[in-house]
């Protein structure tokens, strides 16, 4: 990136494997990249070289991230140095420290390239834009002192009939006309001002006129004159009344051309503006960025891993060859599968393997986003769309350009919206709310859904040429229950993340534990067993950890329950179950027949010594939160 040549940037890491891929990850994008292990070397580098962006680690040994970027930002000579945090903390107070000491920004580990070039192309853009601005600024304020010192300002004199009586020669330049000319015209016709259609407006409005009335002095930079070619131009002035023997005889009025400011002030104003597009821009990344759950952020590798999805089940690796294959086209794709089984996970997959992978990857829950509001999120707005739009907004869509764009719960989308993705979809170009621009995007269309949007169409609330259009390649994620093989590779990913997140050492399960979450069938897929695992961790006290089966509903009390184990059933009865297997009990009734003998026996004694969570050998919690669920009380 030639904006880029020569900025240079400091990677500060105590870590020499981060500072390797940190060093890999933006070597070649132009920057000019210096390296630092630790705080103290940062510190007198910083001093000697002053770089543009310093991505900084915070958990080092000796003086941390946070004491650097205090005494960075503390001495005035480097105090605007934009640093960028690195770290694995992902608590809200470590992130509200670092913004409060004066970092511009916060990158989780382990590092996403995309996202790491991302921020900072950004963030030097953005030191850049402020450095042109300030140079501009500086411009203008020598400008504006150079007009004020100078004697070159147009000087004319206006009778009370509003005759010109006098002009000078700057003016007479200034306005194109000769002397002799202009004195034989009035100021109404030369020097009124306009109103916001063009209009000149009429006398009595006009500051001269007034002043020549009320003999006060007047000024103004937002009125225009016009010279001898009938061309208006910008101007500021000042009109102050002359006073005669006995009345105000005439005024004078001291003007000059604002051409050049006028523009310079535009060109600062529209440089403004790129600047806080740049910094909203910046803040929804990050608003997704950081959304992204610890699952996705903190994944296992393994030998049958693809890209952050863990696994080797046979269900797997066949969606996972799929998605292969279509990831290196722009083909658009259509994620199906239950609540909860990774279609965001996948939808990251396909980025990661598409050559889109160093662009933006946009989510958007569709589902989450209140109706009214969707179609700002998706495509933008223009200040004054609407009563709460007090400035432009980027949508989503334009955040993606040259990317990706997620569209998860698609089926929740109104049938308005429906239409406008549609043309997205056909024509590559959005349009703001509030405005008539087209505006032309090169995006990749990844949506996702839980919901049959077939059976969508024939009721009449999904649209069936949006529904074509977004089938051109169907995956379906399979549901955990699906692939049980892959539950211990899950397990161990979770556990590696808890032991990081509650400084536990987690070492796995037992195998007791193990049995019960393989039998279990799932209905809330990975991010249920993922919860299971979380409040697990949290409870136990040892490394290997215990599952309360209160947690995990006893799967074999469903099976029992299903027609299709019931194999044995006599053919010649038509599938009637026999009155014999009728009068059986379920597993769940002679356990709670069970448990209420032993509670009758001991006294409903339940913990201690002889209780009965001792003689069941369980812990005293999980007997009781069983028996809560079998609807076992003490008599009165």
């Not at 000059?256 to 535009?266: G, V």
């Not at 046979?314 to 994620?335: G, H, N, P, S």
């Not at 979770?494 to 209905?523: A, C, N």
């Amino acid at each position: 990136m030639n904006d880029n040549f020569q900025e240079t940037l400091l990677l500060v890491d105590d870590n020499p494997t981060n500072l390797q891929v940190l060093y890999q990850t933006l070597e070649g994008h132009g920057y000019k990249l210096l390296l630092a292990k630790n705080g103290e070397d940062a510190i007198n580098i910083t001093q000697k070289v002053h770089p543009a962006l310093i991505l900084l680690d915070i958990m080092m040994p000796g003086m941390d991230g946070y004491e650097v970027c205090q005494k960075i930002k503390s001495e005035q000579e480097t105090s605007d140095i934009a640093i960028i945090f690195l770290s694995a903390l992902d608590d809200v107070k470590d992130k509200v420290k670092g913004f409060n000491l004066g970092a511009v920004d916060y990158v989780a580990k382990p590092f996403q390239s995309e996202e790491v070039i991302a921020r900072v192309e950004t963030h030097i853009k953005i030191k850049q834009l402020e450095k042109t601005l300030e140079q501009k600024n500086k411009q203008l304020e020598e400008d504006n002192t150079l007009i004020l010192e100078s004697m070159g300002e147009g000087l004319l004199g206006v009778d009370k009939q509003g005759d010109i009586t006098f002009i000078n020669p700057a003016g007479s330049e200034i306005m194109g006309w000769l002397e002799h000319e202009i004195l034989t015209k009035s100021f109404h016709d030369l020097f009124m001002h306009t109103d916001d259609n063009g209009q000149r407006n009429p006398i009595e409005k006009d500051n001269i006129f007034n002043t020549l009335r009320d003999h006060r002095v007047r000024q103004s930079d937002t009125d225009i004159f016009w010279n001898k070619n009938g061309q208006s131009f910008p101007v500021e002035y000042t009109v102050t009344a002359i006073e005669g023997k006995t009345d105000i005889s005439s005024a004078c009025v001291v003007f000059k051309d604002i051409s050049e400011r006028k523009n310079r002030e535009q060109d600062l104003s529209k440089a403004l503006e790129t600047v806080e597009e740049l910094r909203e821009k910046l803040q929804v990344e990050n608003t997704y960025l950081k959304a992204e759950s610890s699952y996705l952020q903190e994944e296992i590798r393994s030998e049958q891993n693809y890209g952050e999805i863990v696994g080797n089940s046979r269900a797997l690796i066949k969606t996972m060859e799929e998605a292969e294959q279509v990831a290196v086209t722009d083909t658009t794709v259509l994620i199906n599968g239950e609540s909860g089984t990774g279609k965001e996970s996948m939808a990251r997959a396909l980025h990661q393997f598409s050559p889109r992978k160093n662009r933006p990857l946009i989510k958007v829950n569709c589902g989450a986003i209140s109706s009214s509001l969707v179609e700002s999120e998706l495509f933008g707005h223009v200040k004054g769309a609407f009563t709460s739009a007090i400035s432009d907004r980027t949508g989503h869509f334009e955040l993606a350009d040259k990317g990706t764009i997620f569209l998860d719960e698609i089926g929740e989308l109104s049938l308005d919206v429906q239409v406008k993705l549609l043309r997205v979809l056909q024509e590559q170009e959005i349009q703001r709310v509030g405005s008539g621009e087209l505006i032309n995007v090169d995006v990749r269309i990844i949506a996702a859904t839980n919901r049959d949007l077939r059976k969508m169409v024939d009721e009449g609330t999904f649209r069936m040429d949006l529904f074509y259009r977004l089938n051109v390649f169907p995956l379906t994620v399979p549901p955990l229950r699906e692939r049980k093989s892959d539950i211990p590779l899950l397990i161990a990913k979770f556990l590696d993340q808890l032991t990081k997140r509650l400084g536990k050492s987690l070492q796995g399960i037992s195998d007791v534990s193990m049995e019960l979450l393989m039998d279990y069938h799932w209905p809330g897929n990975i991010r249920e067993l993922q919860n299971v695992i979380e409040r697990s961790a949290i409870l136990s006290k040892t490394e290997i950890i215990e599952v309360d089966d209160a947690l995990v509903p006893i799967s074999i009390e469903q099976v029992k329950l299903e027609i299709k184990d019931l194999e044995s059933l006599d053919t010649e009865n038509n599938g009637i179950i026999p009155q014999r297997l009728c009068e059986y009990k379920t597993l769940a009734e002679n356990e709670k027949d069970y448990i209420t003998r032993l509670l009758n026996d001991l006294n409903w004694v339940i913990g201690g010594k002889k209780g009965v969570a001792e003689i069941l050998d369980v812990p005293s919690s999980t007997l009781r939160s069983r028996m809560k669920k079998l609807g076992i009380e003490r008599p009165d």
